[in-house]
Structures are given as structure tokens and as C-alpha cells.
């Protein structure tokens, strides 16, 4: 199946694969989504300007391509990207910041909040996994390879232990934050989703009854 682009141009959503997020709606004629299919990174036609244009052309704000998919009549695009850098004009990740709140009021919803760091750590992960930057420590780690950053999980995991022991709370966050990065890139050198990760853990938290598993002690919660 392919896009119908006989009644002209059609709405491209664009996804952030790892989080599922929508990142922005822009268009596509057919030379932008041939494009964006031959040169793996997003590209859209300007209605207002009338032309082609190459997302992060200019800002450095490139969109590396995961998947595409089309709706059942094949007037709207799925994109499903890996994003270097914010999607919005504004500087902001997505595009979709208000909320509605009725009466014709909008506020704008607060960005890098607690609830999501987590989504936000593992997306800049996966940025230095496909974009080298200078001086990045974790390039450094994907470089080096898994027995490198294997080390690093175990090496943190054991000054978690210290600080337990030390009864020094601030220390505690401080070296389960460092556990937490190295295990995130851990999880991207394999190949391994957050979410896969959280179906994992909600599918524990949900399971009724005791655990006759491998691991009754941890799903036993």
C-alpha cells in the first residue's frame, strides 16, 4: 500500500519511538515522503512557503526515521522517529504543550517533569547512540562496549551499597541516579526499550496470586 497523494497533500504525525509521544503534525507531498523514505530522516512541504523543507536543515534538529506507517485509507502518515534535538519552532520537545481546559482556556503544560525524566534520560541516550558529539561520556561508553559499561552497572550498584551503609541520603541519590544512567545505557546498547521494562514491571504488579516463576521473590510484591 502506498500514500494516495491524488487529492494532494497529506497530514504526516510524527512519533518519538521510544516514547511514544507525538512530537508534531506537519505535511508531505509526494517528493517530501519519498524523501523522507530514501534519506531515512523526516522531510515535509511548507503550505506557507510553498516548498520542500529538510527538518533540522537548520536548527540541527533531525528526525532519524524508525518506521512509517500508513492509515487504512492511506491519506495519513504515521512516522515513528528517533529525534535529535526539540520538534517544536519554540524550542519545546512537542508541539502539543497546551492543554485545554474548557471555556476557551488553555494553559501550558510544564515540560522535563518528574513523572517523565526517565523517557527524557533514555531518549538522549539513544540521540548519542545515532549522533556522536564531542566529549559525550556516553559515546564514550557506547564505544567501549558492553564489558565497559557492564563494569559501570556493577562498580554503581556497589556504591549504592556504600552509601546505604554510610547512612548518607544524598549519597544514596546521588549513586542510584549514576545506577540508573548506566543501566539505561545498558538497556540501549542491547536494544532493549524502556518500555519493555515497564510492561515488565506493571505486568509484576498486576499478576494475582503467588508467583510459581523463576523469581517468586521479586514478583511477590
Known amino acids: 500500500m502506498k500514500p494516495d497523494f491524488s487529492k494532494g497533500l497529506l497530514p ?20 517530501a515522503y519519498q524523501k523522507t523514505m530514501e534519506t531515512g530522516q523526516t522531510w515535509f512541504y ?13 536548527s540541527g534538529n533531525y528526525q532519524s526515521v524508525q518506521s512509517v506507517f500508513l492509515d487504512c485509507d492511506g491519506d495519513t502518515i504515521l512516522v515513528r522517529v528517533n ?53 559525550s561520556y556516553t559515546n564514550y561508553l557506547f564505544d567501549k562496549g558492553i564489558d565497559k559499561i557492564g563494569k559501570k552497572v556493577i562498580e554503581e550498584a556497589g556504591e549504592v551499597v556504600i552509601a546505604a551503609k554510610n547512612n548518607n541520603k544524598q549519597e544514596v541519590v546521588n549513586e542510584v541516579s549514576d545506577l540508573l544512567y548506566h543501566s539505561l545505557v545498558l538497556l540501549a546498547e542491547q536494544g532493549v526499550s524502556l518500555d519493555a521494562v515497564k510492561e515488565e514491571l506493571d505486568r509484576r504488579t498486576n499478576k494475582k496470586g503467588n508467583s510459581k516463576g523463576d523469581r517468586p521473590e521479586i514478583e511477590n510484591w
Open 12 to 31: 504526516a504525525v510524527i512519533v518519538d519511538d521510544l516514547t511514544g509521544d507525538v512530537l508534531m503534525v506537519a505535511y508531505m507531498n509526494e517528493t
Open 46 to 58: 511548507s503550505r506557507s512557503r510553498q516548498e520542500l523543507w529538510h527538518k533540522g536543515a537548520t
Open 83 to 135: 529525534p535529535k534535538g526539540p520538534a517544536c519552532h519554540t524550542g519545546k520537545r512537542s508541539c502539543f504543550f497546551y492543554k485545554e481546559t474548557g471555556e476557551g482556556k488553555k494553559e501550558e503544560q510544564k515540560e522535563n517533569g518528574i513523572e517523565d525524566i526517565f523517557d527524557q534520560v533514555i531518549t538522549e541516550i539513544q540521540n548519542r547512540k545515532a549522533f556522536r558529539v564531542e566529549n
